[in-house]
């Protein structure tokens, strides 16, 4: 089955300054790599998403790449600010079955 | 606009002790989940429902049992609690079709003493 791997499992950047956050997975028929982000005492919320016809997307400061021949997708947060802070989980799909990668907690330091 | 809600937020159970955990959506979604979240563990499936009257088993489901009997909601039901079961519950649900955008409740979070 699908198996997702998420790195780093903790990043800490200074304000204004980029982060990036990597995933693997497992299944080369998975076609769907939605990013969310969970804020503390709440579920998880779609921020970007991106299908396997495509390898970029990109909404104000956050983009996503994919690349299916290495297997690899990552989300890029650029001039990062203070409610960037949260963990953000990363996950893959074929069908309306999502495996999730294990979260990386961001934080944003002042 | 509600959403997605969860009842109840947090609970705590005694060993053996059963309780059902209740989601309700307001979107008229027709995909319906249960997933729990442990440290470092990301969030893994229960159980899922793709339509009003059916369930299916997701990755870790000894132990649960669902039921979907309205299309607005979905119960997750725990007969006999046991320590494992420790963990913050989340229901969602998302649109007709595959990959689309899962919408999450709050969570609740279960203790099993």
């Known amino acids: 089955g699908e198996n997702v791997e998420q790195h780093p499992s903790t990043l800490s950047v200074q304000e204004g300054d980029s982060a990036v956050i990597k995933c693997t997975y497992s299944?080369?028929?998975?076609?769907?790599f939605p990013w969310y982000k969970q804020e503390l005492g709440k579920g998880p919320q779609l921020i970007i998403d991106?299908?396997?016809n495509v390898g970029e997307k990109k909404d104000q400061r956050i983009a996503v790449t994919l690349n299916k021949t290495a297997k690899h997708f990552s989300l890029h947060i650029t001039e990062t600010q203070p409610e960037d802070s949260a963990v953000y989980f990363c996950?893959?799909?074929?069908?309306?079955?999502?495996?999730w990668g294990a979260g990386t907690k961001l934080i944003i330091k002042p | 606009n509600a959403g997605v809600t969860q009842t109840p937020k947090f609970r705590v159970l005694k060993t053996g002790q059963s309780m059902t955990l209740l989601c309700a959506q307001d979107m008229n979604h027709e995909y319906m989940y249960w997933y729990r979240q442990d440290p470092g563990m990301g969030l893994r499936l229960i159980h899922y429902?793709?339509?009003?009257?059916?369930?299916a088993k997701g990755e870790v489901p000894d132990g649960y049992n669902v039921s979907r009997l309205k299309k607005q909601n979905f119960l997750l039901g725990l007969e006999s609690a046991a320590p494992s079961q420790t963990s913050v519950y989340f229901c969602a649900s998302s649109g007709t079709g595959a990959n689309t955008e899962a919408f999450f409740g709050q969570g609740t979070r279960l203790t099993v003493v």
């Open positions: 996950a893959a799909s074929r069908d309306y079955q999502l495996i």
């Open positions: 991106i299908r396997s």
């Open positions: 299944d080369s028929a998975s076609n769907y």
């Open positions: 429902s793709v339509g009003e009257g059916t369930t």
